[in-house]
């Protein structure tokens, strides 16, 4: 392993004996294979969501389990939601669809700072990427479950305060966890909620955090009745999205393969090795898991 040369590193089902595993790391294991490593000291989870691994009921409960932060992957998911935002913004379909048709047609566009955009989830992702909208002349504001100081963003915090966030927000991005409490949190009631009287006349929703959080029938009813202008889904109830599902063709939404940040491998193995070599002199681990919050 070139981020760790002097690690002994076994890649599952031929790992040896189990009492010789210290370290996994693992992104959807058959449910029981962490149980079954005795002398296991910490479980690296190989994405920034762990829900895939909390649903193994096996999982050791009194062994660390760390989640990935990377510089890269912040990156990556940054670029997928301002890309996005701007996508929307400048009504990138409609010039699209015009030049494939030779239509010249100069439509009247507005300023970034017109439009409200509203970050679900302040984390690591999330706030790097409401920082950058932010840069960019966005009126941008986020929710998380605790207040927020991000430079140039209006922090909401709590279920108290998720109705005046939704109701000053034009275009809707969720980069929240999948947990029990934002299970099915993108739903028609939510939709209804988001502000009405922005630049399209009707809000946008980007989601890249988790399909367990968005209920696509009410997404599709809420784009058919005029509740939502458009959409952007990286994430989906189901993955792959089904070839059946009306998502796939519909004229207002957008569908990327759960592409919105890869993890590189290269990056993620630096950031194993970093993790347990600061384990191994003794320093604490970072990004450990809340195993009670989910996330
Ligand atoms: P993180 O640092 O753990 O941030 C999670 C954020 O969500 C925090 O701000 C947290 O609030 C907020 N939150 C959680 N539960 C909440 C609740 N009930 N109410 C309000 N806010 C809540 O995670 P991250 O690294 O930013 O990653 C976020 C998610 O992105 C991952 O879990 C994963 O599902 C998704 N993801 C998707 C892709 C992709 O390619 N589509 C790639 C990577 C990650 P507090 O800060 O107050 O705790
Ligand atoms: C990808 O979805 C991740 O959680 O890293």
């Not at 409609?94 to 700072?113: C, E, L, M, P, Y």
């Not at 140039?152 to 966030?165: P, Y």
Request: charged fraction near 20%.
């Amino acid at each position: 392993m070139t981020a760790a040369p002097a690690l002994d590193v076994r890649v599952w089902p031929d790992m040896g004996a189990p009492e010789d595993i210290s370290y996994a790391g693992a992104w959807l294991p058959p449910p029981g294979v962490l149980a079954g490593l005795p002398r296991l000291r910490v479980m690296f989870s190989l994405g920034a969501g762990v829900d895939a691994l909390l649903r193994d009921e096996t999982l050791p409960r009194n062994v660390p389990l760390v989640r990935v932060s990377d510089a890269d992957l912040t990156q990556r998911m940054s670029e997928y939601v301002v890309l996005q935002v701007l996508w929307h913004h400048r009504q990138q379909r409609r010039i699209d669809d015009n030049q494939r048709r030779k239509v010249w047609d100069s439509f009247a566009t507005h300023a970034a700072g017109d439009l409200r955009v509203g970050v679900m989830g302040l984390g690591v992702l999330g706030s790097d990427a409401a920082g950058k909208l932010a840069m960019m002349g966005f009126a941008v504001a986020g929710w998380s479950r605790t207040r927020k100081q991000i430079a140039g963003v209006q922090s909401f915090a709590g279920w108290d305060e998720f109705d005046a966030f939704l109701a000053r927000s034009d275009v809707l991005v969720s980069l929240l966890p999948a947990t029990a409490e934002t299970r099915g949190i993108i739903n028609y009631a939510t939709l209804r909620k988001l502000a009405r009287n922005g630049p399209f006349g009707a809000p946008i929703l980007i989601n890249a955090g988790r399909g367990a959080q968005q209920v696509e029938a009410d997404i599709l009813r809420a784009l058919d009745d005029g509740t939502l202008h458009a959409a952007t889904l990286d994430v989906f109830e189901t993955e792959p999205l089904p070839a059946h599902s009306p998502l796939w063709t519909h004229p207002r939404v957008v569908v990327t393969p759960h592409a919105a940040a890869d993890s590189d491998p290269a990056a993620i193995c630096r950031y194993i090795a970093g993790q347990i070599a600061r384990l191994e002199r003794c320093e604490a681990l970072q990004n450990v898991v809340d195993r009670q919050r989910g996330y």
